[in-house]
C-alpha cells in the first residue's frame, strides 16, 4: 500500500460529518453559553471587572429600556433560517430614546445572503417607528445595497415589543466586518459593526424549457442562514398568455441540508429570486432545484383567471 | 460591543493580553467546530457522545479563555488540548482506563452510505491495524486527520515538541504500511 493511498483511508475513517441536527444542538449549547452574562472568564482581573460592568449595567437597566432576555426572541423565530441567525448572532446593545420610551437594538447576524437583527422597544407598537411607509432602512459604509425582507414581532405582556427585521443584499457579502447603519423612518438610527459570515456563489447558468417557458438558474449563494436562487424566466412563442409568473419550488441538498423549504420573491429587475428558508454551513454536494409548475393569471379584470403550466424545470448541479 | 474592539495591549510576540472577545471566540468557534467534532468522534462510542463533547469543549474554553494567551495560531492546540481531557475524562467515566484509551473508528456514519459496501472490508482491516498501535500514535493519528491538525499543533495538544510529534506520526505511518505487507 502507498503512502498516499494510506492516508486517504485515514482519511475516511477519521472523515465524520457532523450532522445537521446535532450541529445545531452543539451550536445553541455554545451560543448560549457566549451569551449568557453569567458565564464569565473565572479567575481574571478583567473577568472581575465586567462582573461588575456587567452588575452596573442590570442595576441601569431597570430605569431605562428593557434588554430583553436571548431566549424571549425564540418566540419570534419562525423560519429555520432565523434561528440559526440567533443562535449565531453577537450582542449590539444600542439603545436611543424615542417619543414614549426607548429602542434598543439588540442583537445582530449577517452572512452572505442575509442580515438579521434583533430589537426592542417599550412603546406598545413597535410599528409607530416605521412612518407611514412602514420602511426601515440598512446601508452599509461600502456603499452596499439591502432589500428588507422580512420581519416579525411580538408586544410583551408588561408593555414593550420585541422585533427581527431581515435585510437580503443585492450582492453577497463579503466575509469580514462590516459597518451598518439601521435607520427608522420616523425614529432614531444606528450605527452598528457585525461579522460578516461569508457563504458560496456558483452560476450554474443552466437552463430547462417546459410549457413554453424557458427558465435559466444564473445564480446561487448559500449561506448559513439562506440560500438564494436567481432565475430568469424566458417567454416562448409557445407560452400560454398570461402574467405574473411564479414558480413552485422544491430545493433538494445532497448534504446535511437536506431538503429545504422554498420561498420566492420577485425582484424590481424582473429577476426571480427563490430562497430557502434554511441555509447551510457546507454548501458542497449535489443540489437539485425542481419548479413543478409555473402559476400565473390572464390579468383580465374583474375575473382574473389563475393559470398554471406543469413543468417541470430541473436544474442539477454541484458546488465543489 | 465587543465585534468592534480590537485585540488589544498585545504583547511585541502577538499574543493577546486579554480574553477573547465574543465575536473571536465565536470565529474560531466556527473554523473549529468540525475538526473537532471529527477528533472527538474517534474517541466517543456515538456521534451523540462526540457532539455532546464538542459542545463541552467549547463551553469549557469559553469560561476559560483569559488562560489562552497564545498567538492566533497556538488557538487549535489549545482548544484540542481542552477537547482531549474532556474525552479522556468521557472515557473515565465509562470505566475505560485513561492510559487504554478507547478510539471508535468503525461507526457507520464516519463514512458516505455508497462508501460502505466497497470500503466496508478495507476499512475494518485498518480498523484493526490501529488497534495494533500505542495509545499515543492512535491519539495524533486522530488530531492529525480527524482535526487536520500540523504536527506543531498536535505537538501542542499532547505535549510534545513538533519534531518528536513527526516522528510520532512517521512511525505511526510506517507501522501501519508495514502491517499492510505483512497481510499481503
Known amino acids: 500500500m502507498t503512502s498516499e493511498r494510506l492516508e486517504q483511508q485515514l482519511d475516511r475513517v477519521y472523515g465524520a460529518t457532523l450532522s445537521a441536527t446535532l450541529a445545531q444542538e452543539v451550536d445553541a449549547r455554545v451560543f448560549a453559553a457566549v451569551t449568557d452574562p453569567s458565564v464569565i472568564s473565572r479567575g481574571s482581573a478583567l473577568g472581575r471587572v465586567r462582573r461588575a460592568v456587567l452588575l452596573a449595567v442590570a442595576a441601569a437597566m431597570l430605569v431605562s429600556v428593557a434588554a ?253 | 460591543m465587543e465585534v468592534s474592539r480590537a485585540v488589544a495591549a498585545g504583547a511585541d510576540d502577538g499574543t493577546s493580553a486579554i480574553p477573547l472577545s465574543e465575536a473571536e471566540f465565536i470565529g474560531r468557534y466556527r473554523q473549529w467546530r468540525d475538526p473537532v467534532y471529527r477528533y472527538l468522534r474517534a474517541r466517543c462510542p456515538t456521534d ?42 468521557a472515557a473515565r467515566r465509562r470505566r475505560t482506563a485513561a492510559t487504554s484509551q478507547v478510539f471508535w473508528p468503525l461507526a457507520p456514519s464516519m463514512l458516505d452510505p455508497a462508501d460502505l459496501v466497497s470500503a466496508g472490508e478495507d476499512v475494518k482491516r485498518l480498523a484493526h491495524r490501529l488497534a495494533d498501535l500505542s495509545d499515543l500514535q492512535r491519539e495524533a493519528l486522530a488530531l492529525r486527520f480527524g482535526g487536520r491538525l500540523t504536527a506543531t499543533q498536535i505537538g501542542a495538544a499532547i505535549g510534545k515538541s513538533e519534531a518528536a510529534t513527526q516522528k510520532l506520526l512517521t512511525r505511526a505511518l510506517a507501522r501501519l504500511k508495514e502491517a499492510y505487507r505483512d497481510d499481503e
Open chain 1, 68 to 320: 430583553f432576555g436571548f431566549e424571549l426572541f425564540t418566540r419570534i423565530l419562525f423560519l429555520p433560517g432565523w434561528q440559526v441567525a440567533w443562535q449565531r448572532s453577537v450582542e449590539i446593545g444600542l439603545e436611543e430614546p424615542v417619543d414614549g420610551g426607548a429602542v434598543r437594538l439588540e442583537r445582530g447576524y449577517a452572512d452572505a445572503n442575509q442580515v438579521v437583527i434583533g430589537w426592542s422597544s417599550t412603546l406598545d407598537r413597535a410599528e409607530n417607528l416605521s412612518g407611514d411607509g412602514g420602511i426601515e432602512t440598512l446601508t452599509d459604509a461600502a456603499g452596499g445595497r439591502y432589500v428588507i425582507s422580512d420581519g416579525a414581532g411580538d408586544e410583551i405582556v408588561d408593555g414593550g415589543t420585541i422585533n427581527i427585521l431581515t435585510f437580503t443584499p443585492v450582492d453577497p457579502l463579503p466575509a469580514g466586518d462590516t459597518t451598518y447603519t439601521l435607520s427608522f423612518l420616523a425614529g432614531p438610527a444606528f450605527t452598528f459593526t457585525l461579522p460578516v459570515v461569508g457563504g458560496t456563489t456558483v452560476s450554474p447558468n443552466l437552463e430547462a424549457v417546459a410549457g413554453g417557458f424557458g427558465l435559466t438558474l444564473t445564480e446561487f449563494r448559500a449561506a448559513p442562514s439562506r440560500v438564494i436562487g436567481t432565475l430568469t424566466l424566458n417567454t416562448l412563442a409557445d407560452a400560454p398568455d398570461g402574467e405574473s409568473w411564479s414558480p413552485i419550488v422544491h430545493l433538494e441538498h445532497d448534504g446535511p441540508g437536506g431538503v429545504i423549504g422554498t420561498g420566492i420573491r420577485t425582484r424590481d429587475d424582473g429577476t426571480i429570486e427563490v430562497f430557502g428558508v434554511a441555509g447551510v454551513d457546507d454548501a458542497s454536494g449535489h443540489w437539485t432545484l425542481t419548479i413543478t409548475e409555473l402559476v400565473g393569471h390572464d390579468g383580465g379584470w374583474p375575473d382574473n383567471q389563475q393559470i398554471r403550466v406543469d413543468g417541470p424545470w430541473v436544474f442539477e448541479f454541484d458546488v465543489p
Open chain 2, 48 to 89: 451523540d457522545d462526540a457532539a455532546d463533547l464538542t459542545a463541552s469543549a467549547f463551553e469549557r474554553a469559553w469560561r476559560a479563555r483569559h488562560t489562552f494567551r497564545g498567538p492566533t495560531d497556538a488557538y487549535p492546540g489549545w482548544i484540542f488540548g481542552i477537547a482531549r481531557r474532556l474525552a479522556v475524562d
